[in-house]
């Protein structure tokens, strides 16, 4: 899921899509890093999935 993240935007939603799934904050650092993205799609659903954290 890492890697994925490291590629295009296309495997980040593929990583953030994983992330869903998992529902772990296991997954928090990833969430975090695609709220600094340059996509706004990623960054959306970042701030999505970490909002259900709390």
């Given amino acids: 899921m890492f890697s994925l993240f490291q590629g295009n935007k296309e495997n980040k939603l593929k990583a953030l899509k994983i992330a869903e799934e998992l529902a772990d904050k ?24 970490i909002i259900k954290f709390k």
């Fill in 26 to 49: 296991s997954t928090l650092p990833i969430l975090r890093k695609g709220l600094r993205d340059i996509s706004p799609e990623i960054v959306e659903i970042s701030a999505l999935l």
